[in-house]
């Protein structure tokens, strides 16, 4: 069962250009955590923001976070050529399981 | 270096056969998770086990089974009763809960001769 639902579902840019995300779930969550998947690779942890948070910062990713809404937003400021990948929200509820979105693919342009 | 590797990373299977995906890591993780990936989906969860010698059924465990019988490693079956075996699969661990981030295996492509 998907949880997550990004949007858009793909993103074009240019370098420099600030590219932003948006994911939306269903049920309550203990934690949301974004990654990153460059083509035929594994995911990467990008940044982890729990349900009593609001914003959280890491490096050029900026991610928040609103429960009420059942939404989180991930903004890379800046983005560069290296930034072009897949991107997945994924959420924590109940026991034990990670479930991820089915992603936002960002291409950035040079 | 530590981190979690897969093996194969291409792997073609003949119908009816079985054919097991390696998963091994060297970070201690208790957690150990197995995901498959279709073009352009996102992650699904095959099975997930938490501890030595115990594992839990994932969303689509129907035509796949695993092991935990060392802490390193969780290796995946794919049976031949998997009707639609074509996928990336991917392997990942946590130090304990999924509240905890998880560390990817770059994954093995299966596809079907």
């Known amino acids: 069962s998907q949880q997550g639902e990004e949007d858009p579902q793909a993103l074009s840019i240019q370098e420099g250009e600030n590219a932003t995300m948006n994911c939306s779930y269903k049920?309550?969550?203990?934690?949301l955590q974004w990654y990153r998947q460059n083509s035929g690779r594994g995911l990467v942890h990008l940044i982890l923001i729990r349900s009593n948070e609001r914003e959280k910062h890491s490096g050029r990713l900026r991610v928040t976070l609103d429960t009420s809404k059942k939404s989180s937003s991930l903004l890379i400021t800046a983005s560069r050529a290296a930034d072009t990948a897949s991107y997945f929200c994924?959420?924590?509820?109940?026991?034990?399981?990670?479930?991820f979105g089915t992603g936002t693919r960002l291409l950035v342009s040079p | 270096d530590g981190g979690i590797t897969q093996s194969p990373k291409y792997l073609f299977r003949k119908e009816g056969q079985n054919v097991t995906l390696s998963c091994e890591q060297n970070?201690?993780?208790?957690?150990m998770y197995w995901y498959r990936q279709d073009p352009g989906q996102g992650l699904r969860l095959i099975y997930y086990?938490?501890?030595?010698?115990?594992?839990q059924k994932g969303d689509i465990a129907e035509g796949y089974s695993v092991s935990r019988e060392k802490k390193e490693s969780f290796p995946l079956t794919v049976t031949s009763a998997q009707k639609n075996p074509t996928a990336f699969y991917l392997c990942?661990?946590?130090?304990?809960?999924?509240?905890?981030?998880?560390?990817f295996g770059s994954g093995t492509q299966l596809s079907v001769l």
């Open positions: 990942a661990s946590s130090l304990g809960t999924a509240d905890e981030k998880l560390f």
């Open positions: 086990s938490q501890i030595v010698n115990d594992f």
């Open positions: 994924a959420t924590v509820s109940g026991f034990q399981k990670l479930v």
């Open positions: 049920t309550s969550i203990n934690n």
């Open positions: 970070l201690n993780h208790d957690a």
